[in-house]
């Protein structure tokens, strides 16, 4: 029941079959896992149940795939030692549904051992359910041991198989398929995204009714989940709505669709959850059916989002039916604006980008380190190509896809900062009023931009409630001059090392 080497005879073929194997529990129930996970839980106020995991973060540094590391025989054998773990004692095995688009659309397959169902549980309630009368073979086998003496992420992507070892962290499982999903979408001309999607009704200039597809690039804890549920404080009476499609990854197909990936939950953050500025996700996150990890939950089940008890990396996988802003549709049929989201305290609340300065922000992914990528690290600024960690392959080839995508669908591409304007002793703060009236007043076309000498940037002249005087950057940063042309040496010098990206959005840095 092993994988063999070389990597050429690695297949998903060599993985056991769950349905015939007496040891492995196959697509056991919801309720099942969660009865079989009983030892781990604590039931919350909610009826919930809650788990807190030895791992409370990705092993980023322990990861290496088949596309862009050098796999030696220990490699391989991490994966095929995961496998024949399979063996011995009891398993259990999900399938799962990522993705409906016809060119995005994968069955994925989890093994867990039973003792760490609640990982099943909570990544079954992420991704839809396969039909049951039709045969399954997955597209892609993730293999999670939380009990191996070692801790490895091992990709074998060509193979569709990835070995968790040495991790019980539920985002193992969840971004082992997501990875592959965006890989995928690059190998068919497309791009995989870390990104959230939303359907946006509004009456326009004109008055009438225009529905303006918006994604949102952003690394996890700076407010892609909370803007892309937000209903944008629309005017319901006339006809304006705002439904959210996708909170995490999507595929931009060369079309302009952009394919969603789970249809079933959302795995959001949790720390500082605000019932009111936050009230979808807080809401889904108290309801019944929500799975919560490392959330401070006392012995009683009072749930405490605010504390840090097992870090700043709490989360619960919450269910898009306990949405209201969630649409019964995960695809977006095509794409007018992206946003990335920044918290670079030199930037403005908003400013409008062309398509090469676009690819520029794409590039630099500039954000901060939250406690899901480095616990140690977090809150220090940091880049992150395409504000996504689980790129394989060229970086600076998706640089260039994203410039052409963007280009031939004429997309409004624009940069959008969710922390703080200026780094001195007067920063302006950008609270979620101030990033929800933007994005309502962009998707209504009532924004007036104007180009800035001193940012060098497209900024708003006029946002209809907001005084944009308040936000100038300038305004906020000692020696800011200086500091801007650090900042442009610093990113250029940042660009420059990606030997696939085109001289011309190394040539547009900001």
């Known amino acids: 029941m092993g994988i063999e080497h070389p990597p050429t005879a690695t297949r998903r073929s060599d993985l056991p079959d769950p349905r015939t194997t007496p040891n492995v529990t196959y697509d056991p129930s919801l309720s099942a896992l969660r009865e079989a996970s009983a030892h781990l839980e604590t039931t919350t106020e909610y009826d919930s149940p809650s788990y807190v995991s030895e791992y409370r973060s990705r092993s980023a540094d322990l990861t290496k795939t088949t596309v862009d590391d050098e796999f030696a025989a220990a490699d391989y054998r991490v994966v095929a030692d995961a496998v024949d773990r399979i063996g011995d004692g009891e398993w259990v095995c999900l399938d799962r549904r990522m993705g409906r688009h016809d060119d995005a659309s994968s069955i994925c397959r989890l093994f867990v051992p039973r003792e760490h169902a609640r990982i099943a549980l909570a990544w079954g309630k992420l991704f839809e359910p396969v039909d049951a009368d039709a045969p399954v073979e ?236 480095d616990p140690d690290a977090a809150g220090e600024a940091i880049r992150v190509v395409g504000t996504n960690p689980f790129i394989m392959g060229s970086e600076g080839e998706e640089g260039n896809r994203f410039r052409d995508l963007v280009a031939d669908l004429d997309v409004e591409c624009y940069v959008l900062n969710t922390g703080c304007v200026g780094d001195g002793d007067d920063p302006q703060d950008v609270g979620v009023r101030e990033s929800v009236t933007i994005l309502r007043e962009i998707a209504r076309g009532s924004v007036e931009w ?61």
């Not at 569709?160 to 997501?178: I, P, R």
């Not at 969603?260 to 500025?277: H, M, N, R, V």
């Not at 936000?471 to 696939?500: C, I, K, N, T």
Request: hydrophobic letters at 40%.
């Open 138 to 373: 997955p597209d892609y086998v993730t293999v999670q041991v939380p009990d191996a003496d070692e801790t490895a992420i091992r990709v074998l992507a060509e193979a569709g198989v990835t070995a968790v070892v040495g991790s019980d962290y539920t985002g193992e499982a969840k971004k082992s398929f997501l990875r592959l999903f965006m890989w995928e979408a690059k190998r068919r001309g497309g791009l995989g995204l870390h990104a959230g999607s939303k359907r946006v009704t509004v009456r326009d200039d004109a008055g009438d009714l225009a529905t303006k597809g918006q994604v949102f690039l952003g690394l996890s804890a700076t407010g892609k989940s909370t803007l892309t549920a937000h209903g944008l404080w629309l005017d319901e009476d006339d006809g304006e709505s705002a439904s959210m499609l996708q909170d995490d990854v999507c595929a931009l197909t060369p079309d302009g669709e952009v394919a969603g990936s789970e249809g079933a939950g959302l795995y959001i953050k949790t720390i500082g959850l605000d019932p009111e500025e936050q009230a979808a996700l807080y809401d889904a996150a108290t309801h019944e059916s929500a799975v919560l990890e490392n959330v401070a939950v006392d012995d009683d089940g009072t749930v405490h989002f605010d504390e840090a008890r097992y870090g700043t990396n709490s989360r619960a996988v919450v269910q898009r039916d306990c949405l209201d802003s969630a649409d019964d549709e995960i695809d977006l049929g095509g794409v007018d604006q992206v946003f990335f989201i920044t918290r670079n305290p030199l930037m403005p609340p908003v400013a409008k980008l062309d398509e090469t300065e676009a690819a520029v922000a794409f590039m630099l992914g500039e954000s901060i380190q939250t406690s899901a990528g």
């Open 450 to 510: 104007e180009r800035d000498g001193r940012t060098d940037l497209t900024v708003p002249s006029d946002v209809p409630g907001i005084d944009v005087d308040d936000y100038r950057v300038p305004d906020h940063v000692d020696d800011y001059d200086e500091a801007a042309a650090e900042l442009r040496e610093e990113r250029r010098a940042y660009l420059q090392q990606f030997d696939a990206l085109d001289d011309d959005v190394v040539d547009a840095v900001y």
